[in-house]
């Protein structure tokens, strides 16, 4: 497939990211749904009759996250999905939706209940999935595996600040031969004087490039 023509800048890219002087691409033009998501025109019905199902703690829960994810999510997004970039200048605005842990109660975790968790994170995803994934994996796989299996003492250690977003987590289970087949796993861990010995392969881990606490599987 060829490299795409825009109309902006001076020179674009080919697929393998080389320079081929053609003009960069204007996403904006090329791509008129990514227009952000504050500008979307809203809902003009309630088709399913989800509203019913939600409590008055999680309406406002949704409005919420909704509005801020549409204030400082939305109109930067379409400039990094260009750039294939990360906004991580982005995540100390997720952390003011109080959703980090979602789930997960104590140790500065909201604790809601999982239809609450469900919408605030379609909320989110309405406006940009990589976010929503960068969240989910934080919340939904790293927080929970020391919630449910570490000590007092990690949990002490390392809730508090993942639920801030001072620290992100990651959950390493895709493995380049069997991929997310727990059962088929060949990656071990064998106890040594100090620490642990881990022996394996991971491979497509979320949140792996950048965060500093890694859960293996």
């Known amino acids: 497939m060829g490299s795409l023509r825009g109309s902006g800048g001076a020179e674009g890219r080919s697929e393998d990211g080389g320079k081929t002087g053609l003009p960069a691409l204007e996403v904006t033009l090329a791509f008129p749904q990514a227009t952000p998501a504050s500008l979307f025109p809203p809902a003009v019905s309630d088709y399913y009759q989800l509203d019913d199902l939600l409590t008055d703690e999680e309406k406002a829960l949704r ?17 990094y999905w260009e750039k294939a970039e990360f906004p991580f200048h982005a995540i100390s605005k997720l952390a003011t ?16 209940s999982i239809t609450a968790s469900a919408i605030s994170i379609a909320e989110v995803s309405q406006v ?85 606490l890694q859960m293996c599987s």
């Open 63 to 79: 409005k919420k996250v909704r509005a801020i994810s549409e204030k400082e999510i939305a109109p930067v997004m379409t400039e």
């Open 97 to 112: 939706l109080d959703l980090t842990g979602l789930t997960t109660k104590g140790y500065g975790c909201p604790g809601l």
């Open 128 to 212: 940009d999935a990589s976010c929503s994934a960068f969240i989910l994996v934080h919340s939904s796989l790293a927080m929970p595996t020391i919630a449910l299996c570490g000590s007092e003492a990690q949990k002490q250690k390392y809730l508090p600040s993942l639920a801030q977003l001072k620290t992100v987590g990651c959950w390493a289970l895709t493995e380049p031969d069997y991929g997310s087949d727990a059962s088929s796993l060949r990656t071990s861990a064998t106890k040594v004087p100090g620490g642990w010995h881990l022996d394996g392969q991971k491979r497509w881990i979320g949140n792996s490039t950048f965060a500093p």
